[in-house]
Every structure is written in C-alpha cells, then in structure tokens.
C-alpha cells in the first residue's frame, strides 16, 4: 500500500506500507542546499543543517539525538547542492515522536535558536571540512571539478573563510526562507498503515505556515575545455575528467488544492515527464568506466598496468546539468598522459561503434543492483522517494529507475556516448612533488 497526499500548507507527505520488521523510517527533505547561498556565504546550507539539531522551542540541545539514541534509531542530516534531508528510522511505535520532533523544529526555528549554538557548530562543520578535504585521498577533488565544469561552482562543504563570515542573522535568515513546510516532502516507510500517515502528518504539520521560497537564479551552462593540475600531497598520481550530462525531467514542488495526488503525476496535476537522457548518459558511464568490467578498467588496469583503479560516478541534479566524473588512479610511474590518451581512444570508440556485445547489459544489471541497493530498506526507499519528489516531482520514480533503465537501446546509449568524448571534458590532474 502507498500513499500521497498534500497538506493545506503546500507539505507532501509519501508512505509506503512494509511490514517485514517493525521499523518506521521517516525522511523529510528540504529544496534547499548550497546552490542556495547567498555571494560569500559557502557552506551557509551545510552549517544551518547543523543547527537544526541544536534544540529547538520544545526539545532541549542535544535531546533530538539522545531521544534517538535512547531507541537505537539511526538518525542523521546530509546538505547536498539542491537539496537538504533529515532521517531516522525509528520502532514503529515511536513514529508519532520522529514526527513530533521534525515538526518543532520545522516550526519554531530559526526564533527557538541560540546565537551560543552557532559558535559552536561553526567549529564542528570547520573541522568535518578539514577531515573531508585533507583527511581522505583525493579529498579536494569535489571542489576543484565543480569550479571547473559545474555552474553550481562550490560544494555544500564551502570554504573556511565563508565558514567565518557567516552570522547568526544569516542562518536565521536561511532557516526561514527554506525550512518550510511548501518547500519539503515528508516520506514515511514501513511498519505503518499507507492511508494513516497522511492524518499524522496534518497533526504535526498542518499547523504550521511558511513561505515558498522563490526559484534560485539560473545557474548558466556548464564549462568544457578547462583543465586544472594540482601538486598535492597524495597517495599518488591521479586523473579526474568531469563531462556535463543531461539533467534530471524536473517537474515543480507542489502547489494547489490539498488532498490526494494521484500517482504518476506531480502535485500541480502535470503528468511527469519520463525523461531518459540521463538514464541513457549513465549507462554510457557505466560501459566506459564503472566496474570491473569496463572497458577502462579492463584497459588500464588488466592489460595495459597504466592504473591501480579506475571508477565512474554521476551527481544528477535538476536545475543544473547532471555531471559525470571519470576517476582513474595511476600505477607507479604510468605517465597521465598515456592514461588520458586511452581515455581519449575508449569514449570516441564507444561514441563512434556503440557498446560491444554484452555491454550494455551488464551496464543495466549494475544500475539495477545500485537501485535495489538503495531501495531495499525502509530508510533506503524513504529518502529515495523524498529525493525524486524534490529533484523532478514525481516521488514514484524511485520504483520506476529499472524500467527506465532497460528502455535504453544501444542506439540512444551510443548517442548519449558524445557527452563523454574529449570535447566536453574538462580535467584534474593530480601530480607528485616530485622536488622533495
């Protein structure tokens, strides 16, 4: 059983009926992350997430995480560029509080807060940016790819500099403008009747008002040809190439009358749009360059000795480009040039003959693995339809990906294999200081 519903104050709220353990997971995401900070504010997006587990009109600092603790219940917040989740999976029973504790603070920060919890989080989130950066190998390279090839520019990590800038009024501000209940969904999976949740939701939420936010500024077109070479100090040698990809089907947030949503449509009554271009591009990635048996790893790992690894990863995004990240770590002493020749010879291949016999389908298996992966758990399939109603605004994708998958022919996957030849590349470079 599932259902959709609409609150009068513009909240989605989602559920999923799964009574394989009594376990409830509730996500509620926010179309808010850090393509929405103001010039000179980097990193505002991932700091106020911080602040909206420092207490709230109700619940002390620190309760939210000891009632959760005190359950067992995993709970965590994650910022991302176009949007921002809180999650817990809670006993079935303790539902009523997991939503309890959203709505306080959903409706009475950013006015419950205290300019004390500011100073504080902003030396945690300084610290998470260090361990992130300069803490795991390669760790700078999100930021170096996005202000080279993506119109979003920065990361939610922003800079320390930002970090510092920041103000109380700035993050009340923030808080506000975005944490509202017209610009969130609510998704509620597992041990829990579909048709009661929407009832729950109204009770907690329903009294609570807030503005729409107004559409962020067109963020522009994405960059190709550029090229950045950095000496750091590494493991060892590495090659990044960020190509742009076709960007989610996006549909608006909510908006109208209150009630049911029909399935398969946004909540503004337009049917969504099953757009798969970017299906087509990520498959495209996946024959090239994602697993052991692409055709990169196959070459530069097995054959050839060039690299100790090769992987491919697509951030997709809906008010942006989508963009795909060839990752490629080098063998001691393989020239990058070598590496990036090959690269070079594989995506013109592809683009020029298509995928070879068995490709595409091994491709589409390891997108239907990745797609079971995250919806297999209540917690999994919950942010999955909070994400898909945020991204295009039909939450129901999430249970449709295999399907669009498997649509892809090697026709439109040879097609969609152009985003991934030389001319739409832009490059990092991660070379040795080889003068010590």
Same mark, same amino acid.
């Given at each position: 059983m599932?259902?959709? %519903?609409?609150?009068?104050?513009g909240?989605?709220?989602?559920?999923?009926?799964?009574?394989?353990a009594?376990?409830?997971?509730v996500? /509620?995401r926010?179309?808010?992350?850090?393509?929405?900070?103001p010039? &000179?504010? #980097?990193g505002?997006?991932?700091?106020?997430?911080?602040?909206m587990?420092q207490?709230s =009109?109700n619940?002390?600092?620190g !309760?939210?995480?000891?009632?959760m603790?005190?359950?067992?219940a995993?709970?965590?917040?994650? +910022?991302?560029?176009e949007?921002?989740v809180? %999650?817990?999976s809670?006993p079935?029973g303790q539902?009523?509080?997991? *939503?309890?504790?959203?709505?306080?603070?959903? &409706?009475?920060?950013?006015?419950?807060l205290a300019?004390?919890a500011?100073?504080?989080?902003?030396e945690?989130?300084?610290?998470?940016v260090?361990?992130r950066?300069h803490? #795991?190998?390669?760790?700078?390279? /999100?930021?170096h790819l996005?202000a /080279?090839? %993506?119109?979003y520019?920065?990361?939610?990590l @922003?800079?320390?500099?930002?970090l510092?800038?920041?103000t109380?009024?700035?993050c009340?501000?923030? *808080?506000?403008?975005?944490?509202?209940p017209a610009?969130a969904?609510l998704a509620v999976?597992?041990? $829990?009747?579909?048709?009661?949740v929407?009832a729950l939701?109204?009770r907690?939420f329903g009294?609570?008002? @807030?503005?729409?936010?107004?559409?962020p500024p067109?963020?522009?077109s994405?960059? +190709?040809g550029r090229r950045l070479?950095?000496?750091e100090?590494q493991? &060892? !040698?590495?090659l990044?190439?960020?190509v742009p990809?076709?960007?989610?089907p996006?549909?608006?947030l909510?908006s109208g009358?209150s009630?049911a949503?029909?399935?398969?449509?946004?909540? &503004?009554?337009?049917?969504a749009?099953?757009?798969t271009?970017v299906e087509?591009?990520?498959? =495209?990635?996946?024959v090239l360059?994602?697993?052991?048996?692409?055709?990169?790893?196959?070459?530069l $790992?097995q054959?050839d000795?060039l690299?100790?690894?090769v992987?491919?990863v697509? %951030?997709?995004?809906s008010g942006?480009?989508? *963009? @795909?990240?060839i990752e490629v770590?080098?063998a001691?002493?393989?020239?990058?040039?070598?590496?990036?020749?090959a690269v070079?010879?594989e995506?013109?291949?592809l683009?020029?003959?298509?995928p070879?016999?068995?490709?595409?389908?091994?491709a +589409?298996a390891?997108a239907?693995?990745?797609h079971?992966?995250g919806v297999g758990t209540a917690? @999994?399939?919950a942010d999955?339809?909070t994400?898909?109603c945020v *991204? +295009?605004g039909?939450?129901?994708?999430a249970?449709?990906a295999?399907?669009?998958?498997?649509?892809?022919?090697?026709?439109?996957?040879?097609a969609a294999a152009?985003?991934? #030849?030389r001319p739409?590349?832009?490059?990092?470079?991660?070379?040795?200081?080889?003068?010590r």
């Amino acid at each position: 059983m599932r259902a959709d %519903h609409l609150l009068a104050n513009g909240l989605r709220v989602l559920a999923v009926e799964r009574r394989h353990a009594p376990v409830t997971a509730v996500s /509620l995401r926010y179309a808010a992350g850090s393509r929405n900070e103001p010039p &000179g504010r #980097t990193g505002l997006a991932h700091l106020a997430e911080h602040l909206m587990f420092q207490g709230s =009109a109700n619940v002390a600092p620190g !309760e939210h995480a000891a009632l959760m603790e005190g359950l067992g219940a995993p709970y965590d917040g994650e +910022t991302w560029f176009e949007h921002t989740v809180y %999650h817990q999976s809670v006993p079935s029973g303790q539902l009523e509080l997991a *939503l309890w504790l959203e709505a306080d603070r959903m &409706g009475t920060l950013p006015g419950a807060l205290a300019p004390a919890a500011l100073r504080a989080q902003r030396e945690v989130v300084r610290n998470e940016v260090r361990q992130r950066l300069h803490g #795991t190998p390669y760790g700078t390279r /999100l930021p170096h790819l996005f202000a /080279l090839a %993506h119109p979003y520019t920065h990361t939610p990590l @922003g800079t320390e500099e930002d970090l510092d800038a920041i103000t109380f009024d700035d993050c009340a501000r923030f *808080l506000a403008g975005h944490c509202t209940p017209a610009n969130a969904v609510l998704a509620v999976v597992g041990d $829990v009747a579909a048709a009661e949740v929407a009832a729950l939701a109204d009770r907690f939420f329903g009294r609570l008002r @807030g503005p729409r936010p107004a559409p962020p500024p067109d963020a522009g077109s994405a960059r +190709t040809g550029r090229r950045l070479d950095v000496v750091e100090d590494q493991p &060892g !040698e590495a090659l990044f190439i960020a190509v742009p990809l076709p960007s989610e089907p996006a549909v608006p947030l909510p908006s109208g009358r209150s009630g049911a949503v029909p399935f398969g449509q946004a909540a &503004g009554g337009t049917a969504a749009r099953d757009g798969t271009a970017v299906e087509a591009a990520e498959l =495209a990635l996946d024959v090239l360059a994602r697993g052991a048996g692409s055709r990169l790893h196959r070459r530069l $790992v097995q054959r050839d000795g060039l690299a100790l690894s090769v992987e491919a990863v697509c %951030h997709r995004f809906s008010g942006a480009c989508s *963009l @795909g990240v060839i990752e490629v770590t080098s063998a001691p002493g393989a020239p990058l040039g070598a590496i990036e020749e090959a690269v070079d010879e594989e995506s013109a291949d592809l683009a020029r003959h298509g995928p070879r016999p068995g490709e595409r389908d091994r491709a +589409t298996a390891l997108a239907r693995a990745r797609h079971l992966d995250g919806v297999g758990t209540a917690a @999994g399939l919950a942010d999955e339809l909070t994400l898909q109603c945020v *991204l +295009t605004g039909d939450p129901w994708r999430a249970l449709t990906a295999p399907g669009r998958t498997a649509s892809v022919d090697d026709a439109a996957l040879t097609a969609a294999a152009l985003h991934l #030849t030389r001319p739409h590349w832009s490059v990092l470079a991660y070379h040795l200081d080889t003068s010590r």
